[in-house]
């Protein structure tokens, strides 16, 4: 079988929430970080014929460059990568020892919904490295209905504030402060439906590819409060 390049660009964005994977039968991948913070999921156009367990998903990945346009072999213990001219034969690693999703992810009813493009997503990292700042809240302001993002430093009430008006349909009157570590925003680049939990949770559809979607974790020290 071939392996399309949306689903190279798929496994290239999951080795940068965990460095390992394991692939189940089906057309479905999903792994979740190590710190169980964030979960990613998609569905791609290969149907892949058994479990198979990759311990350094960005070695199997740099592997496949070393041959063109490759075939993939499922064996019983490892993946034949091959070309009319090489091959590559990839060993399994025991599943048993890697991190991966044990459960869907039941998402609770959501209070905010926000729409984030690429350019906000992007203007959200470029704030954190100009600032030094780690966090990116969702925020409302009591008495406006509008929704922010503010990439800040939530323990220095002191420090410079980057604050960005979003496309939301929250139309309440909650005063919240809902905190992502920009670190975790590990995306695939494009625009997303935000769904925010005052839970704790939330969830991010990819609108460019709506096969692709992630569940990320808020910190603690978010707040919510609808009066």
């Known amino acids: ?3 399309s390049k949306e689903t190279l660009d798929v496994l290239k964005n999951f080795s940068v929430v965990n460095p390992n994977l394991v692939i189940k039968e089906g057309n479905k991948l999903s792994t979740i970080a190590e710190a169980k913070n964030i979960m990613a999921s998609a569905n791609v156009p290969e149907t892949f014929p058994k479990e198979v367990g990759i311990y350094d998903l960005n070695e199997f990945l740099s592997a496949l460059s070393l041959i063109n346009d490759p075939d993939f072999i499922f064996g019983e213990d490892s993946v034949i990568i091959e070309s009319p001219s090489a091959s590559l034969t990839y060993r399994y690693a025991d599943t048993s020892i890697l991190t ?25 990292r470029r704030a954190g490295g100009a600032l030094g700042h780690p966090v990116v809240s969702i925020v409302s302001k009591a008495g406006d209905d509008k929704v922010f993002l503010q990439v800040k430093d939530p323990n220095n009430s002191s420090a410079n504030v980057f604050e960005l008006e979003v496309d939301s349909a929250y139309s309440g009157n909650a005063v919240f402060d809902l905190q992502f570590l920009i670190g975790n925003l590990k995306l695939i680049p494009g625009d997303y439906k935000v769904a925010v939990s005052s839970k704790l949770i939330s969830h991010w559809e990819c609108i460019n590819n709506n096969s692709v979607e992630y569940w990320i974790a808020l910190e603690k020290s978010s707040t919510f409060n609808d009066g």
């Open 100 to 124: 991966a999703p044990q459960k869907e992810v039941t998402m609770p009813e959501a209070e905010i919904n926000v729409e984030l493009s690429a350019d906000d997503i992007a203007h959200i």
């Open 1 to 3: 079988m071939k392996i």
